[in-house]
């Protein structure tokens, strides 16, 4: 029922910006005759750009390797080594985006002893852009995270917590806008419902808002408003339960204007990332790589400039932009 | 009027084209070569903090202890171990019940069993706590451990039936709805954690003053000490029809 009044609302929208680009084209051609060049010529200019994320996700202190006694598990993961991908990985394809959604903290005595200090200082050492906060983010409450903010030179988003009431009001925004290969990738945060989960007196003040409601806003505002060509969401809800609990799974298929869900919480190693049709009939991708920094997700994305029907002459000036550079 | 035009022109999209993906798996020991100096260089003075306290031996596993359901090895290790630890300090609960995420690595492996194995293992810093509750408050605990397909329990035996607990055993009894019980636990659970709402009524606490870990510490090291090693015990406390 509530899917009616929004795709109304959209139409009068899309009305809206067609009569822009009407006005734009009408513009954009009377600039063009006065340079005397061909539309078509400029059109076939165009090119396909390219951008890889990486990601992960519970983290939970692992530091190091896993000790060689776990038959499993032993020698894999590590700091150093995910380090040394990243930064190869990096000097191969130029400007990337890194992202982890969440639950750095928690599970080896390096948070027990130092509070999250060398996960934040490893991690603006590999360079990363963006990270979200899990539910053990807060395991030594908000005082705690909040001193170790110093040490994170990335920034963190959550658009579903409400933090005026708390000292992270500010240091945690709802999203933020990143510029990467001439593409403007619009990344914001949502976490999991903390009461019953994580002690009340260690997340105080934070209230809790629905993701659904928070992220068809957000992501509505990054793709039109800030005019993003891809939005990701760093979700740390949980890929997706038995009950009907919000989850990516939920999420990926009750909203609209998202384009990846990188998600956290059930440490699911998902061999790749899952297709979903969302509420406009557009594909959603949700991904997520287990716990442990034990891998990290690659997505090597390619995008061609923005068609669709109301859309397609608006491709051309794509050129002017370029000339520009 | 042209510089104008490309402003204007700054704000055609991109979309997404195709995308291709891969995972990598991150592993030290396979490419020893290919590790980040200035992450090591990052990590070696906290490790040399940790290191001298975290490897220290406490106690051996003369087998692998796991995580398992309805009851597993590990979970009952962590149980029984606690309601010692609980009886040295003088207290003497009927039963224990921790919550099974609680307990943070799905294996303790057979071999030594170090301080740092014990801080994954239980690695929040929650409390050591005893609550008084009535019969009907602890059947509704052992209903949420049924829900749950087993939770780590000691002092008592029951059966899981369409998620309820049933034929529940307390000190060689039937359990008597209308009696009191002393139920050892984590201070998570006693607020009312993972959905444990009937302790947050518990009609008396009593907290120990130590961090469940600290406590599982002691106690192993004092029955180390003694020259116990822990087994592989799995009794049938809980069962599923």
């Given amino acids: ?325 | 009027m042209f510089l104008g035009l490309i402003t204007l022109s700054c704000q055609t999209q991109y979309q997404v084209k195709n995308h291709n993906s891969q995972s990598i798996a991150i592993a030290a020991t396979d490419t020893p070569q290919v590790l980040d100096q200035a992450v090591i260089k990052l990590i070696t003075p906290f490790k040399e903090q940790l290191d001298g306290q975290m490897n220290a031996r406490i106690m051996v596993a003369s087998a692998d202890l796991v995580k398992e359901n309805p009851e597993g090895s590990l979970g009952n290790m962590v149980c029984d171990v606690m309601m010692r630890f609980a009886k040295l300090q003088g207290k003497v609960p009927d039963v224990c019940v921790f919550n099974a995420g609680g307990l943070r690595i799905p294996t303790v492996y057979k071999g030594d069993i170090t301080i740092r194995t014990i801080f994954e293992l239980l690695p929040f810093d929650n409390q050591l706590v005893m609550v008084k509750v009535n019969g009907a408050q602890l059947k509704d605990l052992l209903d949420l451990v049924a829900a749950n397909g087993g939770w780590p329990v000691a002092g008592l035996q029951m059966k899981i039936a369409q998620k309820q607990a049933v034929n529940v055993i307390v000190n060689q009894n039937i359990l008597d709805e209308k009696a009191q019980y002393w139920v050892l636990t984590s201070d998570y659970l006693a607020d009312g954690g993972d959905n444990a709402a009937m302790l947050k009524t518990a009609s008396e606490r009593y907290t120990f003053n130590y961090l469940l870990r600290d406590a599982l510490i002691m106690q192993l090291k004092s029955m180390f000490y003694d020259g116990e090693t822990l087994q592989a015990l799995k009794d049938g406390r809980i069962t599923k029809e």
């Fill in chain 1, 1 to 325: 029922m509530m899917e009616k009044p929004y795709k109304r609302l959209k139409m009068e929208e899309l009305q809206k910006s067609d009569r822009k680009k009407f006005i734009k084209q009408t513009l954009y051609l009377v600039g063009f005759g006065a340079l005397a060049n061909s539309p078509v010529k400029v059109l076939a200019r165009a090119e396909p750009k390219k951008l890889s994320i990486l990601h992960t996700n519970d983290w939970h202190s692992r530091i190091e390797p896993f000790p060689l006694l776990d038959k499993k598990l032993g020698g894999k993961g590590g700091a150093a080594a995910r380090a040394a991908f990243i930064k190869n990985f990096r000097k191969e394809k130029g400007e990337i985006l890194l992202l982890d959604a969440g639950d750095i903290f928690q599970g080896t005595p390096y948070f027990n002893f130092f509070g999250g200090e060398l996960e934040y200082k490893l991690m603006s050492e590999m360079g990363y852009d963006c990270v979200t906060l899990g539910n053990h983010d807060f395991d030594a409450g908000i005082d705690g995270l909040l001193k170790q903010m110093p040490h994170a030179r990335f920034d963190m988003v959550n658009a579903n917590y409400d933090f005026s009431k708390t000292a992270l009001q500010g240091k945690v925004k709802p999203f933020q806008v990143y510029k990467k290969q001439g593409l403007k990738i619009g990344v914001f945060g949502l976490g999991i419902a903390l009461a019953g989960l994580v002690p009340e007196k260690l997340f105080g003040n934070i209230i809790y808002h629905d993701p659904i409601v928070v992220a068809n806003k957000i992501a509505e505002d990054l793709k039109f408003k800030h005019r993003c060509d891809l939005v990701v969401c760093l979700s740390h809800l949980g890929y997706k339960y038995a009950n009907n609990k919000v989850s990516d799974e939920v999420l990926a298929t009750k909203t609209a204007h998202i384009d990846l869900i990188i998600g956290g919480h059930t440490h699911t190693f998902l061999p790749e990332p899952v297709s979903y049709t969302n509420v406009i009939n557009k594909k959603v991708c949700v991904n997520q790589v287990g716990w442990a920094g034990l891998q990290v997700g690659c997505i090597n994305y390619t995008f061609e400039p923005f068609v669709n029907t109301a859309n397609e002459p608006s491709s051309a000036l794509i050129e002017l932009t370029n000339l520009d550079n």
